[in-house]
């Protein structure tokens, strides 16, 4: 079942830049596509998708817990990483990584390390 998480992907929008609607809805579609892939790949089930931004997730029938864990951080660490390559931090201020209502020189690398910083931190607390 895919679910469409309206709130989510406001609250997402809100948190994460208002002005990088687009750069927010396509990074969220990869981190969900890769907990995707990482249940196909583990050989699960999929039972479960909730495409909601920063609040999305991927749920499973998997065999071990640990597997659990690694698909819910596997989305989040793509993000993270796709931001590091792409130079996120490079080009920014410090200042204005925290603040969503600036402007930024580099939006697909600052909004990817956004959304897999609060997504790792999110997973986790679904997780416990």
Same mark, same amino acid.
């Given at each position: 079942?895919?679910?469409?998480? &309206?709130?989510?992907? &406001?609250?997402?929008?809100? &948190?994460?830049?208002?002005? #990088?609607? &687009? #750069? ?17 790949? *583990?050989?699960?089930?999929? #039972?479960?998708? *909730? ?16 597997? #659990?864990?690694?698909?819910a ?11 590091m390559?792409?130079g ?24 990817? *390390? ?15």
């Amino acid at each position: 079942m895919i679910l469409l998480d &309206f709130v989510g992907l &406001f609250l997402s929008i809100v &948190f994460l830049g208002p002005f #990088y609607l &687009f #750069y927010i809805i396509f990074v969220a579609f990869i981190q969900e596509i890769v907990r995707i892939l990482t249940i196909l790949f *583990l050989h699960g089930d999929i #039972y479960h998708v *909730l495409f909601g931004g920063i609040f999305g997730n991927t749920l499973g029938v998997l065999s071990g817990n640990e597997q #659990y864990v690694l698909v819910a951080l596997s989305g989040p660490a793509i993000c993270m990483l796709m931001g590091m390559i792409s130079g996120g931090l490079k080009r920014e201020h410090r200042k204005q990584f925290f603040n969503p209502f600036t402007r930024v020189s580099d939006p697909l690398g600052v909004i990817s *390390l956004r959304l897999g910083l609060v997504s790792t931190f999110l997973s986790i607390w679904q997780l416990l």
